[in-house]
T-cell receptor
Framework: AQSVTQPDIHITVSEGASLELRCNYS??????LFWYVQSPGQGLQLLLK??????LVQGIKGFEAEFKRSQSSFNLRKPSVHWSDAAEYFC?????????????FGKGTHLIIQP | DVKVTQSSRYLVKRTGEKVFLECVQD?????MFWYRQDPGLGLRLIYF???????EKGDIPEGYSVSREKKERFSLILESASTNQTSMYLC?????????FGSGTRLTVV
């Protein structure tokens, strides 16, 4: 069965510093990959997704992610975080071609921004 | 803008009650999903549906059922609510190119 691991439960970053959130997946073939963000009391907002092609994906709010097949990873990065980036971040996968299958989510990383 | 609407943001129900959580999408998507979200556990798939009147069990279907009588509406049913079903419930719909989530319903069972 496919699985997603986000090894960091909490991360604290100073405002203006760079950020990297880790995501590793276990799956037989390259799946479709997603990063979502959830602000307190809100639903999930899609930051970016990878289906195929260029392994560096640009998303909204200045985020990007890099797919590394050899490491089964899809890490999320931002060069300079803002206080408004404090939220819960979820990595998710689905079999390629999926849409009828449910997403499999990691357990999330809680991002705290220090002033 | 595409939308997935969950009818209630907050619900408080008593143990043993039958509870209906409603979800409506306006995107003509075939696929719809129900997840529950708990701290430290992420989102877990309860049920999904790929067509009207079709349903498939997800990872944690016990204690839940679903109904999809119309393409745009997917209901999650707690036949007899229990305190361990206190959680945030998220509905989603999808095509092959992506998923859209509702804002969630926070259910408290007392």
């Amino acid at each position: 069965a496919q699985s997603v691991t986000q090894p960091d439960i909490h991360i604290t970053v100073s405002e203006g510093a760079s950020l990297e959130l880790r995501c590793n997946y276990s799956y037989g073939a390259t799946p479709y990959l997603f990063w979502y963000v959830q602000s307190p009391g809100q639903g999930l907002q899609l930051l970016l997704k990878y289906f195929s092609g260029d392994t560096l994906v640009q998303g909204i709010k200045g985020f990007e992610a890099e797919f590394k097949r050899s490491q089964s990873s899809f890490n999320l990065r931002k060069p300079s975080v803002h206080w408004s980036d404090a939220a819960e971040y979820f990595c998710a996968v689905v079999p390629s071609g999926g849409g009828a299958d449910g997403l499999t989510f990691g357990k999330g990383t809680h991002l705290i921004i220090q002033p | 803008d595409v939308k997935v609407t969950q009818s209630s943001r907050y619900l408080v129900k008593r143990t043993g009650e039958k509870v209906f959580l409603e979800c409506v999408q306006d995107m003509d998507h075939e696929n719809m999903f129900w997840y529950r979200q708990d701290p430290g556990l992420g989102l877990r798939l309860i049920y999904f549906s790929y067509d009207v009147k079709m349903k498939e069990k997800g990872d944690i279907p016990e204690g839940y059922s679903v109904s999809r009588e119309k393409k745009e509406r997917f209901s999650l049913i707690l036949e007899s609510a229990s305190t361990n079903q206190t959680s945030m419930y998220l509905c989603a719909s999808s095509t092959v190119r992506g998923y859209t989530f509702g804002s969630g319903t926070r259910l408290t069972v007392v």
